[in-house]
């Protein structure tokens, strides 16, 4: 397996289990009476960190220190992909009037790769040397 297709699987698997710890805490919240719009910001907020922790230390082979500048292009990344993700399914689903699921599937997708890309290359550059 290269290192991009090794990459390319942790960074799926990182964003799978990002995915399941937003949901949890979300949930959790919910659970306990929290309103929704702080629910769904703080799971949000808990699959990030999980995110950056895990591409950090784990998708990209090498471990980063964490920074502010780091940080702040790790958020930029992930509004690009955001943004782009919330204009596909919107262009889709309202525009070519594509089922909602459809117009999520092919945003997400656009998102994932948009991630990856800078990630790989804007956040965790291969600039340090190799992991212990």
Known sequence: MSRLDRDILRFLLVGVGSNVANFLGYFLLLYIHVPVFAAAICGYALGLLCSYHFSRTWVFGRRFDVDVVGGGRFLLVHAVGGVGMTGI??????????????????????AACSNFVGLRWLVFRPTTAPRE
């Open 89 to 110: 399914t919107t262009a889709l689903v309202d525009g070519l009037i594509l089922h909602y699921a459809v117009g999520w599937v092919f945003g997400a997708g656009f």
